[in-house]
C-alpha cells in the first residue's frame, strides 16, 4: 500500500518516538577538535623560514585562543581570535581555526555562520582531509536537523561519505537510518534502516558509543515490529 506504515498501535508508537529520540541525541554531535596543533613544526628548509615563522605565530595564538575559551567571560574574545586565524593563517591552521568557530557558533545558535564555516573548509584545497570530513558531515547533519535540505540531496551526501570510506561513515549511516525512519516510513525503508544499523554494529571502526546506539534502535525496531 502506498501510505502503509511501520508501526500501529500505542505501545509501536511508543517505540517509533523513543527510536527518533535516541537517533537525533546520537547525530547532534558538536565539533570539538582537540588536535596537536601546538607541536613543533621542525625540519623545514630555509627557503620556508618565513613561512615557517609564521605557523609557529598562528599557532600559539591558536593555543592561547583555545586557552581563552575555557573561560565562559572570555569566549567571544576567543572568537574574535578564530576568526582572524581563521581568514588570515597560513595552511596547517586556518582550518582548524574554522572549524573551532564554527563549533562555536553552531552552539551559540548562529547556524549560518557555522554553516559558512564548515562550507570553507569542505572547499580549502590546503585542509586536512579529516576536517573536510567533519565538515561535510556537520553540514548533512544540520540540515537534516532543520529540514533545510531536500531528502535525495541529504541521501546522496552521506552515501557520498560511505564512499569515501572516511572516519565519519560509521556517523554517514547513521544519518542515512534517520533519513529512512522519518514518518510515513515504509516497511522497506524499516528493512533498510536494520541493514545499515547492522552494518554499524559490525564494523570493526564503529565507536563504542555508535556501535551501543545502532544496537538500542535494532532493539527498540524488533520490538516495534
Not at 107 to 133: F, S, Y
Not at 167 to 189: I, Y
Request: aromatic share 4%; charged share 20%; glycine share 8%.
Amino acid at each position: 500500500m502506498a501510505d502503509e506504515e511501520i508501526f500501529h498501535g500505542n505501545n509501536e508508537a511508543q517505540s517509533l518516538q523513543q527510536l527518533r529520540a535516541k537517533l537525533r541525541q546520537g547525530l547532534m554531535v558538536g565539533g570539538v577538535v582537540l588536535l596537536a596543533i601546538c607541536a613543533g613544526a621542525g625540519g623545514w628548509a630555509w627557503q620556508r623560514h618565513s613561512l615557517h615563522l609564521a605557523q609557529q605565530k598562528a599557532s600559539a595564538r591558536y593555543c592561547t585562543a583555545l586557552q581563552l575559551q575555557n573561560n565562559a567571560t572570555n569566549r567571544e574574545k576567543a572568537a574574535q581570535e578564530f576568526a582572524d586565524l581563521a581568514a588570515h593563517a597560513p595552511d596547517g591552521v586556518r582550518s582548524y581555526a574554522a572549524m573551532r568557530l564554527a563549533d562555536y557558533r553552531a552552539r551559540t545558535g548562529q547556524l549560518g555562520e557555522a554553516n559558512t564555516l564548515w562550507q570553507q573548509v569542505i572547499h580549502d584545497r590546503k585542509a586536512d582531509p579529516a576536517l573536510q570530513g567533519m565538515a561535510r558531515f556537520l553540514v548533512l547533519n544540520m540540515a537534516l536537523q532543520h529540514g533545510s535540505l531536500p531528502p535525495a540531496e541529504l541521501q546522496k551526501g552521506f552515501e557520498a561519505l560511505i564512499k569515501d570510506n572516511s572516519s565519519w561513515s560509521g556517523l554517514a549511516r547513521e544519518g542515512l537510518v534517520a533519513l529512512d525512519l522519518q514518518p510515513g516510513a515504509t516497511q522497506a525503508q524499516q528493512a533498510e534502516a536494520k541493514r545499515l544499523l547492522g552494518e554499524i554494529v559490525h564494523a570493526p571502526d564503529t565507536s563504542a558509543a555508535l556501535r551501543e546506539r545502532a544496537s538500542l534502535v535494532l532493539q527498540i525496531l524488533g520490538e516495534a515490529g
